[in-house]
């Protein structure tokens, strides 16, 4: 079962150790998404040699292809996909609230048509735990509302109510051996919401707890503002999630604002459109300025990529070319970019500079280079 440890804090930030039956995590940390249970177009072993200790995979994508069954009978995820690591599932109720008018919520559940084929399926709090389970990850995810931005008070209680409803129904139906479930704190962007969810849900004493409902379209400034709502009302002595947040300066201000773990596909997603994470923003290897750019990505830079001699204008013919090579490594170099990043993070707390880190970051952090 996981462990959190929570061992200094520099300010708000915070700096600890999540342990699972599969490796110990230093926090904060950014978690890779595997969807499909691969991170696209790394191997394992690359997705590891990055740094990374712990990936995403995600429930709805994985019920419905392979499907879970096929998975617990492969020896769960960890076998199935060759990973030593820790995993933590989603629950798929955001893919599943995503398909709009493909699906129709109630207080039993979700009824929703697969993308795949059109066929219909049925999520409860129940059915989302037996998959869940059958995956094996070392972190589920209690099954939840994701309210869309923008909505307007009251859906967005009914939406907190029903999540509250369900992770009672989740942690009554979850009983795996080294399995951890979170809760998840729903809440909008209303601050009076935020607090509600967070009160009922870390009153069901869940080992750990994500925040829902955030990068999903609001300006970031209403994100960081809910964070600061969220802080002192979360356990300190249990990990905080921050769902769906990957860029790099949303991951700086998150460890700003007490968040612990963090998930995104926007690195590996922006790395097969030719976009590679540097210091102070980003490059769009596409671009023609790069086509005799002899350089590595980034000077200085540990990656499979830059270590390698790799350089920018050869990676920019290979992604002209529609060679899969580009963006393998893109992918690597954006991965153990902010692999790297946290590592600094967890200095700078660990030294207790994290105020300087933070004004160094943004003083490099050209406004053109927001994601």
């Not at 607090?195 to 955030?214: H, M, R, V």
């Amino acid at each position: 079962m996981l462990k959190f440890t929570l061992k200094k804090t520099c300010g708000h930030a915070r700096l600890g150790v999540v342990e699972t039956s599969h490796s110990a995590i230093p926090t904060p940390v950014f978690m890779p998404v595997g969807t499909q249970a691969s991170v696209k177009t790394a191997t394992a072993e690359e997705v590891a040699e990055t740094g990374s200790k712990i990936l995403l995979a995600n429930t709805y994508h994985l019920y419905l292809r392979p499907g879970h069954e096929l998975i617990k009978r492969a020896g769960g995820l960890h076998s199935f996909m060759n990973w030593n690591g820790s995993i933590l599932t989603d629950s798929g109720g955001f893919q599943a609230f995503s398909l709009g008018p493909m699906r129709k919520i109630s207080d039993e559940g979700v009824l929703f048509r697969s993308h795949h084929d059109g066929s219909k399926h049925m999520f409860t709090p129940e059915s989302v735990m037996e998959v869940e389970m059958a995956l094996g990850a070392d972190i589920a995810m209690c099954f939840d509302e994701c309210a869309p931005f923008p909505s307007d008070h009251d859906y967005v209680k009914i939406a907190a109510d029903r999540t509250y409803e369900w992770a009672k129904r989740c942690k009554a139906a979850h009983h795996h051996e080294y399995q951890s479930l979170f809760g998840i704190v729903q809440g909008g962007a209303f601050a009076d919401l935020r607090e509600y969810s967070a009160k009922q849900i870390t009153d069901l004493d869940f080992p750990g707890y994500g925040i829902g409902g955030l990068s999903v379209g609001e300006p970031k400034e209403k994100m960081y503002e809910m964070l600061e709502v969220l802080d002192p009302l979360m356990p300190a002595e249990k990990p905080r999630y921050l769902m769906g947040v990957g860029s790099p300066d949303c991951l700086v201000e998150g460890v700003k604002r007490g968040v612990d773990m963090f998930d995104c596909v926007l690195p590996t997603r922006i790395a097969r459109n030719g976009t590679v994470f540097v210091t102070g923003g980003k490059l769009v290897l596409r671009n023609a300025e790069y086509a005799e750019d002899h350089r590595v990505i980034e000077e200085g830079c540990g990656c499979y990529a830059c270590r390698r001699g790799y350089t920018r204008g050869y990676i920019r013919h290979l992604l002209k070319a529609g060679e899969v090579l580009g963006i393998r490594l893109t992918t690597i170099h954006n991965l153990y970019f902010l692999q790297k990043l946290m590592a600094e993070i967890r200095n700078a707390i660990e030294e207790d500079r994290f105020d300087a880190f933070y004004h160094d970051f943004f003083a490099a952090y050209g406004e053109d280079h927001h994601f």
